[in-house]
Every structure is written in structure tokens, then in C-alpha cells.
């Protein structure tokens, strides 16, 4: 079945960077879209980031200019590279994936949790 295991989660300073991985096992990794979530405590779950099979990417306005979502195929992992981060970007952080015949992403990693203070 398909695993996602996210990891590089942490407690950071308000402007600081960090960048999350997930490494994908039990899929053919090129043929699914990849998206980041991030839930922050009594808020729902949001997409802020995803990356397509052909390596297009979108982000979520609140994010974009400071987070980049990437993927490597040939180690079946995803990154997302956040730069200038901020209080309001606490939460807890999954990845996902999605079959290219679904229309919502079916598989989800564990989450990490990420902490900036001000």
C-alpha cells in the first residue's frame, strides 16, 4: 500500500527556513500528483502547495513567493522548501497524493508539526 512518511518539521524564529520532505514507497512516484497540506490548531485543513506529474506547481496565496514545492522522481520524494516563515505558518504539515484518475488525493503521511515564534 501506499506510505508517506513526512520528516524536517520543527520549532523556528519568525523569518526562518526550513524545508519538509515525504518519501513515497508502494506507488509508481512519476504518475501521482503531490500536494502539501497544513492544519493549524482548530482550523481546517488546507492545500497550500501542490506539484503535477509534469512538475507544474501551485501554491496558495499565503504562500506563494516564500514556499517552493518540488519533487524528485528518481528518490520518490517531495519537498517544500519554506523560506521567511511566520506565526501564522504554525500547524501541523502533511503531504498527499493523488492518482491521476482521482479527482482528491487518497494517501496521506503522519504529518509533521512546525512552530515559528515570534
Known amino acids: 500500500q501506499v506510505q508517506l512518511v513526512e520528516s524536517g518539521g520543527g520549532s523556528v524564529q519568525a523569518g526562518d527556513s526550513l524545508r519538509l520532505s515525504c518519501a513515497a514507497s508502494?506507488?509508481?512516484?512519476?504518475?501521482?500528483?503531490m500536494g502539501w497540506f497544513r492544519q493549524a490548531p482548530g482550523k481546517e485543513r488546507e492545500l497550500i502547495a501542490t506539484?503535477?506529474?509534469?512538475?507544474?506547481?501551485t501554491y496558495k496565496d499565503s504562500v506563494k513567493g516564500r514556499f517552493t514545492i518540488s519533487r524528485d522522481n528518481t528518490k520518490n520524494t517531495v519537498y517544500l522548501q519554506m523560506n521567511s516563515l511566520k506565526p501564522e505558518d504554525t500547524a501541523v504539515y502533511y503531504c498527499a497524493a493523488r492518482r491521476s484518475d482521482l479527482l482528491k488525493y487518497d494517501s496521506w503521511g503522519q504529518g509533521t508539526q512546525v512552530t515559528v515564534s515570534s
Open positions: 508502494g506507488l509508481t512516484f512519476s504518475s501521482y500528483a
Open positions: 506539484v503535477r506529474q509534469s512538475g507544474a506547481t
